[in-house]
């Protein structure tokens, strides 16, 4: 330390604090929460809602209490689920808060005092010493050094050295030296706190496809149900028909229409998707993210941690004539101290273990060890004979004597620094000697994962483009993306801030160009471009370090998100730019991922429409995301594609069932009752194929299906023109019947109201298997046993037979009529395929459809 208890710090005194503590506030995030009475309230708010609390009043009304029951214990369901799901995205916040500091040692009134962290204000002087979490942002005013990890907020490979001027992160760990600092923001205004504040935005903003689907097909059939219940009670009115029994018939049609067990269905289909998902050890903390999953088109990917294991590794040494490259790691063990952790050497010390150096090590007795420091930039061990050194490789070349081509090693360490790597050079001397002796270069870098190759190669065979978004550097990133074949097109983040510095690039290589042909005329052209594009290198790292002019590069939002497109990543990216760079791509109409596992990457897990944190990730992104996988890797991520696409071929099938099935049964009843003036069938028969056409279609949850080869999202012309020719053709089928019924066959009007009942019933369950795969119905896969058979569509159709044969609460029908039934369906059945595929082959011949 300089100047440790410097004189001329005093610190705030307690009336400067109390002022600024009003101004500012407290050093916390604020919490805003919202009652528990108003979160339970919004549960039961909304179109879906008040679709089924209309159908829950309306049983009521008609003093149908087991169909009230059943509808309850749905609206229920479908509220207690939404709850949780919104408790986990709270949990973002909560985890995030947990994580700041409790407690900092601050200068107040002239005397060091443990304060708590949340009393922290601005222009406050604190002490930062090993092992402190940074309790606010700040500005380091004295000292010598210290040694920061950041990498939870920025995304940074390895700790960073900060000194005297520089601004070091609140949130951040102290993992060497000791400072003084002065608080720059406090609370929200903290780099930390916009990162809370980014995290609470995407939680607003937060909207699901799944759940904007769910509203579309519910106001599409509400709509079509109230404009078939005012024809009915329009023409019953006109005809002086009973009131009463009018307004029952058409309440108990009004709750048989309304689709009461679509979001239940539909959200258990993704309860079945997330429990094998589970097996596989990935959690899904967001039943709707698996839907979102299955639509997913690019992957946003950060690269600390998730592409790689987050762990230095040596590359290819570098050695010297006369040296191995074992010599070059030996003496870098001997130039280093175990038991410090130092993630720099950590590797060091893996590689002598794994090549049997390692116990050579014990043959020298360290006598002193001097630690690296951000001035001298190098470690010094001194043994009994031997002195050994490394540290930054230019400091450490200029100390050894020229035997060897010097430059020679200083093309390797630009070659390193090319692709990344952070580079020690190694030396050794006797003791007694003036200059050291070098031996080499030890390169080193954070690997990808052993399968993040593998899985960014399935991905993108299954229609998923990964792009990679990193707050590490543009040449770290570039050498990883190229590894993984990402791809190298990685852009810095100030491509899309409109501060580009590729003119300033260009203009270098002129200048210099000009400047040597001019004073050296003599000079190659080869040895002229290397000179130039040297300059060009230094210019363009040293802008990266610096703001440039605002404004000089302006972007249309069209543009911006054409370059996001076209990139293969972006590097040196803080949190807001990975939230800003998902929320463009959404606006392109893209259905984005985004995986992660530091504080920094928080906000766009959130924001993304499917966040996945990996395994070892920190509390808050794991809270974050809507899938947190358990097992170290990424392959999990293609299971859980695929899965999700299994279960969105599942959800698209029920759908188009469920609309076919209402337009079917309203229609047909419509038509029946203001053309021919005739009820099909009776309130009862209605109230009886409701449930057993809903609840045991539950099993379409465990139905299989096959996995497309590109991302599939919701398409409402899809699932209404299919669903509509299906409703149609069963509307042309009940009429057929009815006229064989009553013209042909001459059945009485009981017998007749029966015959429909079982008529809907069987052919009801005949059209799930003509909408579960968009093929012809015998085509693989075929239909799951728990779907074919058991408590699901078989099984109901049965005793849906039993019902009308034996006459249970309706007039019996007997086996041969029912018979006839059964014959008739499967006949239109048969039928209903034909017309299905007849529909897909139009419309995809006409590119209007994408099935």
């Given amino acids: 330390m300089k100047n440790a208890e410097n004189q001329t710090l005093k610190g705030l005194s307690s009336s400067e604090v109390n002022k600024r503590i009003e101004k500012y506030g407290p050093n916390e995030i604020p919490e805003k929460e919202e009652t528990l009475i108003h979160r339970i309230f919004r549960r039961f708010w909304g179109p879906i809602p ?87 942002d700040a500005k380091l005013i004295d000292g010598d050094f210290i040694l920061a990890d950041q990498s939870a907020l920025t995304g940074e490979s390895l700790p960073v050295t900060k000194k005297v001027g520089d601004e070091v992160y609140g949130n951040a760990i102290v993992k060497k030296g000791e400072m003084i600092a002065k608080v720059s923001k406090t609370g929200l205004d903290t780099y930390f706190g916009k990162t809370v504040k980014l995290v609470s935005k995407a939680q607003k903003e937060q909207k699901s496809h799944f759940q904007a689907m769910v509203i579309k097909v519910g106001n599409f059939l509400i709509l079509l149900t109230v404009l078939m219940i005012a024809i009915i009670i329009g023409f019953g009115l006109y005809r002086h028909e009973n009131i009463f029994d009018l307004l029952e018939f058409s309440l108990v049609l009004t709750v048989a229409a309304i689709p009461v067990a679509l979001p239940t269905v539909l959200t258990v289909t993704m309860a079945v998707g997330a429990i094998n998902l589970a097996r596989k050890k990935a959690i899904v903390s967001r039943l709707a993210a698996i839907e979102e999953l299955a639509g997913m088109d690019i992957l946003c990917s950060d690269k600390t941690g998730t592409l790689t294991k987050n762990e230095m590794t040596i590359s290819e040494p570098y050695s010297v004539d006369g040296f191995k490259n074992e010599d070059v790691l030996f003496y870098g063990g001997l130039a280093s101290k175990e038991e410090n952790q130092d993630p720099i050497e950590k590797p060091i010390f893996q590689y002598l273990k794994e090549h049997k150096l390692y116990d050579k090590l ?56 090319s692709k990344g790597f952070r580079t020690l050079g190694v030396a050794f001397k006797n003791v007694g000697d003036e200059r050291f002796r070098f031996v080499g270069l030890i390169p080193l870098y954070d690997p990808p994962r052993d399968d993040s190759k593998e899985t960014i190669e399935d991905l993108k065979a299954h229609g998923v483009s990964t792009k990679m978004v990193t707050g590490d550097n543009i040449e770290v990133a570039k050498y990883i993306a190229g590894i993984l074949a990402v791809g190298t097109n990685i852009k810095n983040i100030k491509n899309l801030k409109g501060q580009d510095n590729a003119e300033y690039k260009i203009l270098a290589e002129v200048i210099t160009e000009s400047l040597v042909k001019r004073f050296e005329p003599k000079v190659s052209d080869p040895e002229l471009k290397a000179f130039a ?63 992660g596992d530091g504080v920094n990457d928080a906000p766009a897990l959130k924001k993304a429409d499917c966040g996945i944190a990996v395994s070892g990730a920190t509390d808050a992104a ?37 609309i076919a099935e209402t337009v079917r049964v309203i229609l047909f009843m419509t038509l029946a009752i203001v053309v021919f003036k005739f009820y099909p069938v009776t309130a009862l028969m209605i109230i009886l194929l409701a449930l057993l056409n809903d609840i045991p279609i539950l099993t379409i949850a465990y139905d299989n299906t096959k996995v497309r080869k590109f991302p599939v999202r ?76 058991g408590t699901a569509s078989l099984a109901s159709a049965i005793l849906g037979t039993l019902i009308g044969v034996y006459g249970i609460l309706v007039t019996p029908i007997g086996w041969k009529w029912g018979a006839i039934v059964w014959g008739y369906a499967f006949f239109w059945f048969l039928f209903n395929d034909v017309v299905k595929m007849l529909v897909l082959r139009f419309y995809r011949k006409r590119g209007e459809l994408d099935i």
């Avoid at 290198?537 to 972007?555: C, I, N, S, T, W």
């Avoid at 990975?578 to 929320?583: E, G, L, N, R, T």
């Avoid at 794991?622 to 959800?651: C, H, Q, W, Y």
């Fill in 50 to 136: 008040w679709m089924i609390e209309a159908a829950a009043i309306l049983s009521a009304a008609v003093k149908k209490w087991e169909d009230f029951s059943i509808i309850m214990v749905m609206l229920l369901v479908n509220a207690i689920l939404d709850f949780y799901q919104e408790s986990k995205a709270l949990n973002a916040i909560n985890a995030l808060k947990k994580s700041l500091a409790s407690k900092a040692l601050v200068l107040r009134d002239g005397k060091w005092q443990d304060v708590d962290a949340k009393e922290i204000v601005p222009d406050d002087i604190i002490k930062l010493k090993i092992g402190d979490i940074v309790p606010a």
């Fill in 362 to 417: 014990t043959d020298y007795k360290l006598k002193k060890f001097t630690p690296f420091d951000p001035v001298n930039k190098k470690t010094v061990s001194e043994y009994d004979k031997l002195v050994v050194t490394k540290g930054a490789p230019q400091v450490i070349i200029a100390e050894c004597k020229h035997d060897f081509d010097k430059k020679e090693a200083q093309n390797k360490v630009k070659e390193y620094a």
């Fill in 533 to 595: 594009n040297d300059v060009a290198y230094k210019v363009q790292k040293a802008l990266r370090e610096m703001p440039l002019p605002k404004g000089h590069v302006r972007k249309h939002e069209s543009e911006i998100i054409e370059l996001i497109e076209q990139a293969d990543g972006f590097a040196q990216v803080f949190p807001e730019d990975k939230y800003y760079i998902v929320d463009k791509l959404q606006k392109g109409k893209h259905i984005v991922g985004m995986t």
């Fill in 622 to 658: 794991r809270a974050a995301g809507d899938i947190i996988l358990m097992a170290p890797g990424l392959n999990v991520i293609n299971s859980a594609i695929k899965m999700a696409r299994i279960t969105f071929e599942r959800m698209k099938g029920y759908t188009i069932y469920r």
């Fill in 714 to 789: 919701w398409d409402m012309k899809e699932v209404l023109v299919l669903s509509g020719w299906l409703g149609t053709a069963g509307v042309i089928s009940s009429f057929g019947l009815l006229f064989l019924a009553m013209d042909y066959w001459h059945l009485s009007t009981e017998m007749v109201q029966s015959l429909m009942f079982v008529k809907l019933i069987v052919a009801g369950h005949g059209t799930i298997y003509n909408t579960r795969i968009d093929e012809w119905f015998f085509k693989k896969p075929g239909p799951n046993i728990k779907l074919w058979t």
